[in-house]
């Protein structure tokens, strides 16, 4: 009797069932869309081909994350992986199962009307039937109650008498005949009735009632398969994460560490130390040998300033902002010598380059000269020339590099003790690389100008130990100066000044593009000559 509820829960059952549906397909979305970011993502952090930043990755550090952004992408195809499957598990097979679902409902439902309508049919032919056999028997009652009126009246005639119990019998008999049909069909109807309560309907419940939990079964099947689904990656989602485990297991601080000193030492040799200056003693004072200035008026050749000049002037040697020098003297000693001999590896790989396709050309000319039908021998001779000549010109310019590299290999400390103690010597007898060596001063707009010698260099670092060499009094002011600018003089040998200040000039620009001054007895340096404006006074009296 609950017809209509069934119907209405069953259907309830599908839209459970399609909205679990959607509820998976939105999560293939979500797995879809998350992976795509996971790709982009580690896209996006990949570091660009010939680039500084690819140079960069030869740490283990980011070599480590290289291998985390693999797995990365290794773990967005999983859950790709996810997607797909649940898509074609659960949503392809849930969509196919709805529709037979509810063809099913529709069946069954269908059959329930039919039964039903039935048994209201049944119903409707008794109530006719019963219906009719009241009014037959209130018809005959009647009918007897007019014979036996026309019976006992004296007056009526014997054919209208008779009539009327002829008439009698009649509505008798009819009422007889409606009782007989109204009990058959009363018996039918109860049959029917007895099959609809107890059968048809009951079988048609049966079947709903398996439909329904057959859609029970299946949604919780498919929540089995949902969970399957995403627990079949987790192996491999683990092994992305254990990946990215090792690679940070890899990582080596000491070797990155060596990797940085490789890359960026210079190959400079620390100064030496300073020695104790005795003030308690007269004016006289002692040169240290391990100065970094040159001697003044003691004569000392041999002085051991090359790399350590070097070492103390680097930091105030401002990096080239124009062209890089084909020699890269612009560098430190070992980085210039690693430069030069990538320079050389290039080369000669290009030479080997070009002799590769000198052979493959000398080949071609003897199958040539062989066999003329296949080409003309001298078609080739030019080519062979002008590959002859790119390797002659190739090895000329490997002579220059490696003569470079040989000079900066000579002047590197560790090389050799010999060649340690004429360092000095060796960088002020080789003009042409020296000049390259410092190149740009630092003028008021932080451009930079000329180039500085290595003697210049010297002098620039001596500053503070120019005392050390002056066996009287400390140098005489030759004039004075006003400064144009103000001038944060940060490294060795420089001396700050502020914009308008007035000092005495004590030794003039000698082409290096630094000026040295004074300020009092204790304060003296180098300012770039651009900074101040000079008016030299030969006459001036020291300060």
């Not at 259907?11 to 998350?34: A, M, N, P």
């Not at 430190?332 to 052979?359: A, F, G, S, T």
């Not at 290595?454 to 005489?476: H, I, M, N, R, Y």
Request: hydrophobic share 30%; with cysteine.
């Amino acid at each position: 009797d609950q017809f209509d509820n069934l119907e209405k829960h069953t259907q309830w059952g599908i839209d459970i069932l399609e909205k679990y549906i959607k509820f998976v397909k939105e999560r293939t979305e979500i797995e879809l869309s998350y992976a795509k970011q996971l790709r982009n993502l580690s896209k996006k952090y990949q570091p660009k081909k010939n680039s500084k930043e690819e140079e960069e990755y030869k740490y283990t550090s980011c070599k480590a994350f290289i291998s985390t952004l693999n797995e990365m992408n290794d773990y967005a195809g999983q859950h790709e992986v996810i997607s797909e499957n649940m898509a074609s598990q659960i949503i392809v097979d849930l969509a196919r199962y709805v529709q037979e679902l509810k063809q099913e409902r529709k069946l069954n439902f269908h059959d329930g009307r039919k039964a039903q309508q039935h048994i209201e049919s049944c119903w409707k032919q008794l109530e006719s039937s019963k219906r009719r056999f009241e009014r037959d028997c209130k018809e005959a009652d009647r009918a007897q109650q007019y014979f036996e009126k026309m019976d006992a009246d004296i007056n009526v005639t014997k054919a209208d008498v008779e009539k009327a119990r002829q008439q009698a019998q009649i509505r008798h008999q009819m009422a007889e005949d409606s009782k007989a049909d109204y009990s058959s069909i009363l018996q039918k109807f109860n049959h029917e009735q007895h099959e609809y309560y107890h059968t048809h309907i009951p079988n048609i419940f049966q079947k709903i009632q398996e439909m329904e939990e057959r859609r029970i079964v299946r949604i919780g099947d498919s929540m089995k398969t949902y969970a399957e689904v995403d627990r079949q990656v987790i192996p491999i989602i683990g092994k992305c994460l254990d990946g990215i485990v090792k690679a940070a297991e890899s990582i080596d601080q000491k070797n990155d560490s060596q990797l940085v000193i490789e890359a960026y030492k210079s190959g400079f040799e620390p100064p030496g130390d300073i020695e104790f200056e005795d003030y308690s003693q007269p004016m006289k004072r002692t040169v240290s040998d391990n100065s970094l200035s040159n001697s003044r008026g003691e004569g000392k050749p041999d002085l051991k300033f090359g790399g350590k000049s070097k070492g103390k002037l680097w930091p105030f040697i401002k990096k080239n902002k124009g062209a890089t020098p084909e020699d890269f003297s612009n560098l430190p000693p070992e980085q210039r010598r690693k430069k030069l001999q990538q320079k050389v590896d290039e080369l000669n790989k290009e030479i080997q380059k070009e002799m590769d396709q000198r052979d493959a050309i000398t080949k071609m000319k003897d199958v040539y000269l062989k066999n003329p039908q296949m080409g003309d021998p001298a078609s080739l001779d030019h080519k062979l020339a002008e590959v002859s000549q790119n390797i002659e010109k190739l090895r000329l310019e490997t002579q220059k590099f490696e003569a470079w590299l040989a000079e900066v290999e000579g002047r590197l400390p560790a090389r050799s003790e010999q060649m340690h103690r004429q360092s000095g010597l060796y960088d002020s007898q080789n003009p042409p690389a020296v000049n390259n060596c410092a190149q740009d001063r630092e003028s008021p707009d932080g451009s930079y100008t000329e180039e500085q010698s290595q003697e210049s260099e010297v002098k620039v670092l001596a500053t503070d130990f120019d005392d050390e060499f002056d066996d009287e009094e400390p140098l005489p002011a030759i004039g004075t100066c006003k400064a144009l600018y103000t001038f944060e003089g940060q490294n060795e040998g420089t001396i700050s000044v502020v914009e308008g200040e007035t000092l005495y000039v004590i030794e003039e620009d000698k082409g290096d593009g630094w000026t040295r001054i004074r300020r009092n007895e204790d304060e003296e340096g180098y300012v770039p000559t651009s900074y101040v404006e000079v008016y030299l006074d030969k006459n001036a009296k020291d300060s």
